[in-house]
């Protein structure tokens, strides 16, 4: 009977911490280097590469799926306008050219996954991804951005 005092006050505590601001855009990158699951010992990295070679059988279906993907997840609700997932990235060979990725987003959508890639043959002739930077915008203006260490 005495502990209903402690309880509630840790309940009011857990809710009142758990009221901080949700994330509007989050970018998880992924850098596949070669072919195998590699020495990571974080089980998610190494089922996140087995389900990127899932079906790859021959050597070279599986160097079309060496490179960077980056996964932005978004959570935006203040407006309902269409937009876009703007990526834009550098990368080792191409000097200070700047290279961009679109993704719509459709009018009424508050919430979303998008992917880009940079595997394959853009990834072998490109080289790595220097730098990143991502954009969510809707009505013509920016409403979120991430963005690398070196993105300037």
Known sequence: MKLWKPLAVMISALS?????SPQVLDVRPLHIREVGLGDSDD????GEIKRRFHGA??????????????????????????????????QASTGSRVKKMIQPISAGETSGRAEFAILGNDYRKGGRVLAWRCSLVRGGREIASRHSYLWQ
């Open 57 to 90: 059988i021959s050597m070279a279906e599986q160097g079309d799926r060496l490179g960077y993907t980056y996964t932005v997840l978004w959570n935006e609700a203040s407006t309902s306008d269409a937009g876009q997932i703007v990526f834009e990235f550098q």
């Open 43 to 46: 089980p998610m990295i190494r």
């Open 16 to 20: 009142l911490w758990s009221c901080g």
